[in-house]
Nanobody, 126 residues
Framework: QVQLEESGGGLVQAGGSLRLSCAAS????????MGWFRQASGKEREFVAG????????RYADSVKGRFTISRDNAKSALYLQMSSLKPEDTALYYC???????????????????WGQGTQVTVSS
C-alpha cells in the first residue's frame, strides 16, 4: 500500500510561484512513475506533469509547459512541482499520483495511476 501526501498549496497572486511537494511512503518510490494532476471546481481531473521512475523522462500538459517543472528525489521518496508565472486558470486542487507500471514515458491518463493523495489547494488571484 502506497500513501501519498501533498503539501505546499496556498493563495498566490497571478505571476507568482509555488512549490508543491508530495511525500510517499509504504512502497518502493524509486520504482514508480509519478504524476501531478489537478481538478478545478466543476471540471474533470486533468494531467499536469509526469516523470518516470529514474527521473530521466518528463512530460507536461501544454497548458503548463515552460511554467511548471516536475522533479523527484528518490532518496527522500519525494515528488515536487515547481510552479511559476501562475495564472488564475491554474486554480485547482492538485494531486500527486503513483503509477506502478514500469514505463518509458509518463502516462497522461489518470486511469493508469494506482494511488492518489488527498490533494492540496492552489488558488491564484488576479
Amino acid at each position: 500500500q502506497v500513501q501519498l501526501e501533498e503539501s505546499g498549496g496556498g493563495l498566490v497572486q497571478a505571476g507568482g510561484s509555488l512549490r508543491l511537494s508530495c511525500a510517499a511512503s509504504g512502497g518502493t518510490f524509486s520504482s514508480y512513475a509519478m504524476g501531478w494532476f489537478r481538478q478545478a471546481s466543476g471540471k474533470e481531473r486533468e494531467f499536469v506533469a509526469g516523470v518516470i521512475s529514474n527521473d530521466s523522462t518528463k512530460r507536461y500538459a501544454d497548458s503548463v509547459k515552460g511554467r511548471f517543472t516536475i522533479s523527484r528525489d528518490n532518496a527522500k521518496s519525494a515528488l515536487y512541482l515547481q510552479m511559476s508565472s501562475l495564472k488564475p486558470e491554474d486554480t485547482a486542487l492538485y494531486y500527486c499520483a503513483a503509477d506502478l507500471t514500469r514505463r518509458l514515458w509518463p502516462s497522461p491518463s489518470r486511469n493508469d495511476y494506482n494511488y492518489w493523495g488527498q490533494g492540496t489547494q492552489v488558488t491564484v488571484s488576479s
